[in-house]
T-cell receptor, first 117, second 110 residues
Framework: EPEVTQTPSHQVTQMGQEVILRCVPI?????FYWYRQILGQKVEFLVS????????KSEIFDDQFSVERPDGSNFTLKIRSTKLEDSAMYFC???????????????FGNGTRLTVT | DAKTTQPPSMDCAEGRAANLPCNHS???????VYWYRQIHSQGPQYIIH???NNETNEMASLIITEDRKSSTLILPHATLRDTAVYYC???????????FGAGTRLTVKP
């Protein structure tokens, strides 16, 4: 069964450094997402991406964050200048196009644990 | 902006059916009910979704009441590996984001 893969599984970075989290979505999927989960808290939506542009973003997704699909297979999340509170699990997800009346499930990767020291 | 209400925790005996309830009394006609689960700190795993009719797949069954204000996820023969947090989510047709609540922590006991 195809799956979403994320690398690295664990990243440690110093406060103020830039970090890039990488994801390879399922190959025929067209919608891409990033979520995060701070330890002990709920899974929070960050951003959705379709047709090479952001389709929706949450209030968490401020100017420090950016997303990119650089080469047609990878989907990346960049945090420009990390803060201690960015420490969390970051999950990538993808889905097929739902059509106007339908729905298609999101398929999630197993996440990257980001630790900011 | 939680649209669903779930009990925070439930226990189930191994081999028995696990019935996880969800209330979504403000659901609209074009909103689907989705169920996901998260085992330990892995990524959320899709289980099943439905609009009006009951649905069944190899993992679970989804029973939606006729007024669509509540639903039940049924794991027919729970195993220890089904211990996880289960999330019930409502999602508008054609919309693409998914918003998670706190879910129900299901513990399957031997």
């Amino acid at each position: 069964e195809p799956e979403v893969t994320q690398t690295p599984s664990h990243q440690v970075t110093q406060m103020g450094q830039e970090v890039i989290l990488r994801c390879v979505p399922i190959s025929n999927h067209l919608y891409f997402y990033w979520y995060r989960q701070i330890l002990g808290q709920k899974v929070e939506f960050l951003v959705s991406f379709y047709n090479n542009e952001i389709s929706e973003k949450s209030e968490i997704f401020d100017d420090q964050f950016s997303v990119e699909r650089p080469d047609g297979s990878n989907f990346t999340l960049k945090i420009r200048s990390t803060k201690l509170e960015d420490s969390a699990m970051y999950f990538c997800a993808s889905s097929t196009t739902p059509g106007p009346l339908g729905n298609s499930p999101l398929h999630f990767g197993n996440g990257t644990r980001l630790t900011v020291t | 902006d939680a649209k669903t209400t779930q009990p925070p925790s439930m226990d189930c005996a191994e081999g028995r059916a696990a019935n996880l309830p969800c209330n979504h009394s403000t659901i609209s006609g074009n909103e689907y009910v989705y169920w996901y689960r998260q085992i330990h700190s892995q990524g959320p795993q899709y289980i099943i979704h439905g609009l009006k009719n009951n649905e069944t797949n190899e993992m679970a069954s989804l029973i939606i009441t006729e007024d669509r204000k509540s639903s039940t996820l049924i794991l027919p023969h729970a195993t220890l590996r089904d211990t996880a947090v289960y999330y019930c989510i409502v999602r508008v047709a054609g919309n693409n984001d998914m918003r998670f609540g706190a879910g129900t922590r299901l513990t399957v006991k031997p």
